[in-house]
């Protein structure tokens, strides 16, 4: 089994920049499916946000090329996303995901909302 935590998430105004974090229960390093960011904002289907593999291959969606950067802390057993130059149209709640044994995990989410 894995949980999944993540935390980062607030208020920000257009232009600024938040870093997500997401710990797991169990050493990162060994879930061989990775791990990854998505969002959900209301009323919409959640969106593949970033993705890192066990090899460390970094994957984006469109939303986030040039603004995100995913990266991880094994020792910390924790998965980052850095976003920058923050929209309004990134407003949405945030979750971790991974994959492990033939269970899906995900966290609770973390809110982001970008406004003035």
């Known amino acids: 089994q894995v949980q999944l935590a993540e935390s980062g998430g607030g208020l920000v105004q257009p232009g600024g920049s938040l870093r997500l974090s997401c710990i797991g229960s169990r050493s990162i390093s060994s879930l061989d499916a990775g791990m990854t960011w998505y969002r959900q904002a209301p009323g919409k289907e959640r969106e593949l946000v970033a993705r890192?593999?066990?090899?460390?291959?970094?994957t984006y969606g469109d939303s986030g090329k040039g603004r995100f950067t995913i990266s991880r802390d094994n020792a910390k057993n924790t998965l980052y996303l850095q976003m920058n130059s923050l929209k309004p149209e990134d407003t949405a709640v945030y979750y971790c995901y991974t994959h492990y044994r033939g269970t899906n995990y995900w966290g609770q989410g973390t809110q982001v909302t970008v406004s003035l």
């Open positions: 890192m593999s066990l090899l460390g291959l970094m």
